[in-house]
């Protein structure tokens, strides 16, 4: 086999290397990251944390709401138990009651307002843990994914190395070492020729160099320096 098409071969194999080395960083970082779980957590702690407090006011509102009753009735027995008589002070308690009731009904809206807001939060909070089961179900999933497409890239990149290490051994170090350097400037090292235009710049070649690039030796290109292939 003409070395220039060993060559061709080996920048082939060097691009896969390339892509799956790349597709195996990007797996690798991906595994064990937990943000997307992390975020959903965080969310519904929040909510958790609203739904605590809004109990909290509930629980509060109900015991001044109980409280206020409870001197309702006292009032209301000083008021119609007979035992106080002056008119001075049965208007005063009279006023008392009245701003006592006024504030219980105000409580007691104030209460529905909060159950009402505990209500939705709690089936928010019920959501949010639905979801964050199914996303933490999903993860697993695509985490054991992730594994192995991680295994199935490695095994590939064994085999892909064995095969690169195969094929240098059969081309001399100089052009090993050329190819190598090309590569590292330029990405692409080898160029095929179509027409007698090198394909990497668009340059037409002279005829000299088709010729010795013809013979398959290792010719490089007169304007971009890559080693052509001609197929
Ligand atoms: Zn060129």
Redesign the pocket.
Known sequence: MAVTRQLFQLQELDTEIEQKELALAQKQSQLGNRQVLDTAQKQLDAEHKRLDELRHQHREAEAEVTDLLTKIADIEGQLYGGKITSPKELTSLQHELSIMKARSDELEDTTLEIIDRVEETESIVAAATDDLKKLEEDWQHQQQQLSDDIKKLQGNLEDLRKKRQELTSQIDTETVNLYEKIRKQKKQAV?KVEQGI??????S?SASVLQRARSGQPTQ??????I?YIS
């Open positions: 160029a090198c394909r990497a710049c668009r340059i070649l290109c007169g304007t971009c320096g890559r052509l």
